[in-house]
């Protein structure tokens, strides 16, 4: 009888254990947060027009503000590691390519303070502007099922190609070179 307990608890915790793993392994990754991306709206389209604070001084900014620069918009949250580990790259094209009217705009998804965005920028020296998102933001740019994502926009402020999940250097700068020269 003792036994028929055990194995009627560890049959019961062992379903439990699996609904919760159902539940959470999809969100397991910490990057996605939308739908089935079926919406996803496919470049070109114009870079909205939206205003956000910036984490690293507090001031408001407009995307508009760009035109008239080839601008990487990076979409990304500190607590998702493909993220910050794309951050490097990025920088490395801000400080390479920001004398040549090119830009890296980082879009933190991070809810609450901009606190932690600022101590993770200023701890990677990142030197390029991060802005505080939201899923109003990111419905702006299409149907964004996880981060990071990023968008390459031309001079003319469009929108001209998407990149889902990290890329590394090499692959943003051949795209990049493309637009700027």
Excluded: H
């Amino acid at each position: 009888m003792v036994q028929d307990k055990r194995v009627r608890y560890g049959l019961a915790g062992v379903l439990v254990c699996l609904f919760v793993l159902a539940m959470v392994v999809p969100r397991a990754g910490a990057w996605f947060f939308g739908s089935d991306g079926d919406n996803a709206k496919k470049p070109p389209f114009p870079l909205p027009e939206a205003s956000m604070k910036s984490a690293l001084d507090g001031a408001t900014v407009n995307l508009s503000s760009y035109k008239g620069k080839v601008v990487l918009v990076n979409f990304w949250a500190t607590w998702c590691p493909p993220c910050v580990g794309e951050m490097p790259d990025m920088n490395r094209l801000y400080k390479e390519l920001k004398d040549k009217n090119f830009t890296v705009v980082g879009i933190s998804m991070d809810t609450g303070s901009e606190r932690p965005v600022k101590a993770l920028a200023d701890k990677m020296g990142i030197a390029y502007p991060i802005l505080m998102g939201s899923n109003n933001i990111a419905k702006q740019f299409g149907e964004i099922i996880g981060i990071p994502v990023s968008f390459l926009v031309d001079r003319q402020g469009k929108v001209i190609k998407r990149y889902d999940g990290p890329r590394g250097y090499n692959v943003f700068l051949e795209d990049i070179e493309e637009v700027l020269w």
